[in-house]
């Protein structure tokens, strides 16, 4: 098993509507949880942090489940500029951060 | 200006030549980071510092070597390159070493192709 895994995708999804996607992860001692989004080709950069209460920015809502070991992340009133791949990062051990593969979202005018 | 530069961007070499990716920063992050990433795969960590005397192996350093020259430098390696080290590398900065604030900093990447 991924010590962090993704669906691929990719998810279409018509400009306006709401699109969720999950993330779930091994290592039940993880403690920083965070989402990033990679443009094609592009690096990835920081979209959110994922606290344990949940997390809200803007049109994104971010959730964690400990106990299902899985982290959720909600994009609502999708614009085409959303169309990116969602990278999940999970802390691992020795301080380094465990990668999805990424979900690929595609917004459709 | 980019806060996190790759030299070069592309790059294509022959299998058992040494290639060098560089990596600079303006940030004025102590902690850098070198990833590779492939298709289908999340972003695998190489090689990690966390200041200039502290180096670590990451998940993948067979087959690479870093060097970090100051605080806003570090260099990757390939000593003897072959094609399955074609991929697309990144070179990371953080400005904290855990926890929810370790926002990681990218550089553009280095695509690189080995023949």
């Known amino acids: 098993r991924k010590e962090v895994e993704q669906d691929p995708g990719p998810f279409n999804v018509p400009e306006g509507a709401t699109v969720a996607f999950n993330c779930t992860y091994s290592n039940s001692a993880s403690q920083s949880f965070f989402w990033y989004r990679q443009d094609c080709r592009k690096e990835p950069k920081l979209l959110m942090s994922v606290y344990s209460s949940g997390n809200e920015d803007g049109r994104f809502t971010a959730q964690l489940n400990r106990a299902s070991q899985y982290i959720s992340l909600l994009i609502r009133d999708s614009k085409l500029s959303d169309s990116a791949t969602y990278l999940c990062v999970v802390s691992g051990s020795n301080y380094q951060l465990i990668w999805g593969a990424g979900t690929k979202l595609i917004i459709k005018p | 200006d980019a806060d996190v530069t790759q030299t070069p961007r592309n790059r294509i070499t022959k299998t058992g030549k040494r290639i060098m990716l560089e990596c600079s920063q303006t940030?004025?992050?102590?902690?850098m980071y070198w990833y590779r990433q492939d298709p289908g795969l999340g972003l695998r960590l190489i090689y990690y510092?966390?200041?200039?005397?502290d180096i670590n192996k990451g998940e993948i350093s067979d087959g690479y070597s870093v060097s970090r020259q100051a605080q806003a430098k570090f260099s990757l390696s390939l000593e003897s390159a072959i094609p399955n080290q074609t991929a697309l590398y990144f070179c990371?900065?953080?400005?904290w070493g855990w926890g929810r604030k370790d926002t990681q900093y990218f550089g553009p990447g280095t695509r690189l192709t080995v023949l």
């Open positions: 990371a900065t953080s400005d």
């Open positions: 940030k004025g992050h102590d902690r």
């Open positions: 510092s966390f200041d200039v005397k």
